[in-house]
């Protein structure tokens, strides 16, 4: 919801956006927002976990861990549910399949032959979120470094009339942090590019999100001035 009131609070202060253009290009990395994601399950394995100590207060489970993850390349391109561990293996030593996912957070890693640039995209992943099976959002991290490219790049897709605001952070030392978001937006899509996380002042990465506005995101039409 923050996304969103940060969207409205940038494209009502920018007049020049009441001409943005309302046809956007739908797709992120090849994957159409709002339409069913079709990408396979990473591999998985059954891994053996302890709760508690001693013989009487011990807790044996066997749940399910992915045999990917960050430098472990994947042979093609997949996606790890975010919540990977509230699942239980029911039959001993027994990988059954995992229930088909149609809700919520999961992680795409690209394989080799499919990952964008490092620029654009340089964990070689992006988290994103699924409703009914469809595609809703995309997050992706940054080089802090590489955000301003990554601005030109986006403004080429979803056009220049975008909303620009500058923030700066400041330590008690007077060291700052010059950084910025811009945000576009359309009846059907909201794309904001954060050029730093502003976490600190050595700050490495930004992020991107692109998503569709959901029912929830509804404002009243007085107060919609895009």
């Known amino acids: 919801m923050y996304r969103v009131i940060l969207v409205i609070v940038l494209l009502s202060a920018n007049s020049l956006l009441s001409r943005a253009q309302t046809t956007p290009d739908m797709t992120a990395f090849g994957y159409a927002l709002g339409e069913k994601l079709t990408i396979p399950e990473c591999p998985c394995q059954i ?5 508690g100590s001693g013989v ?15 430098g472990i390349p994947v042979s093609s391109t997949c996606f790890e549910r975010i919540d990977i561990d509230k699942y239980t293996v ?17 992680r795409v890693r690209f394989a080799p032959a499919d990952a964008p640039s490092k620029d654009m995209c340089p964990t070689g992943t992006f ?22 490219n990554i601005f030109e790049t986006l403004k080429k897709k979803y056009g220049t009339n ?5 923030y700066q952070m ?13 945000a576009w937006g359309f009846p059907n899509l909201y794309v904001i590019l954060l050029s730093s996380l502003h976490s600190s002042l050595s700050e490495q990465f930004g992020k991107v ?7 929830s995101d509804a404002q009243p039409e007085a107060k919609r001035k895009l």
């Open 127 to 148: 988290d994103a979120s699924v409703s009914d099976s469809k595609l809703i959002a995309v997050y992706f991290i940054i080089y802090t470094g590489d955000a301003n």
């Open 90 to 106: 029911k039959k001993s030593d027994q990988l059954d399949p995992l229930p088909a996912f149609t809700d919520g957070e999961i």
């Open 170 to 182: 400041q330590n008690g030392y007077g060291a700052t942090l010059n950084y910025y978001t811009a």
């Open 209 to 215: 999100t692109i998503e569709l506005p959901q029912k």
């Open 56 to 70: 009487l207060y011990a807790k044996h489970f066997k749940g399910y861990k992915y045999t990917t993850g960050p």
């Open 47 to 51: 891994v053996k976990s302890t709760t």
């Open 162 to 166: 975008v909303a620009l605001k500058n």
